[in-house]
Nanobody, 121 residues
Framework: QLQASGGGLVQAGGSLRLSCSAS????????VNWYRQAPGNQRELVAG???????NVRDSVKGRFTISRDNAKNTVYLQMNSLKPEDTAVYYC?????????????????WGQGTLVTVSS
């Protein structure tokens, strides 16, 4: 399973750190992407990190958002600073996960349940 957490209500200019954690018989988390969806808008890619640690973020959050990973904890973080009201959305993580089951390895794509970020002006 994949679980996203860390959302909440924050004033403009504030910070939040989102976490995306995998549980179960996890062997590794591969590439991970954070998406967000604001009411009435399509889901958009915010940031991504590969298994090797290469990162990319969308232009509108560059310099404010940082994605990182802790492989020992099977967790990926999205540090969000200088938040703006337009960052308000439900944030989802999506990851390719390798897991063990009955002695064999499997790979699957998972989505977390989403965590709401609300930035007040």
């Amino acid at each position: 399973q994949l679980q996203a957490s860390g959302g909440g209500l924050v004033q403009a200019g504030g910070s939040l750190r989102l976490s995306c954690s995998a549980s179960g018989s996890i062997v590794s988390i591969n590439s991970v992407n954070w998406y967000r969806q604001a009411p009435g808008n399509q889901r958009e890619l915010v940031a991504g990190i590969t298994s090797g640690g290469s990162t990319n973020v969308r232009d509108s959050v560059k310099g404010r958002f940082t994605i990182s990973r802790d492989n020992a904890k099977n967790t990926v973080y999205l540090q969000m600073n200088s938040l703006k009201p337009e960052d308000t959305a439900v944030y989802y993580c999506n990851a390719g996960v390798t897991f063990e089951y009955s002695g064999a390895l499997f790979a699957r794509d998972y989505w977390g349940q989403g965590t709401l970020v609300t930035v007040s002006s």
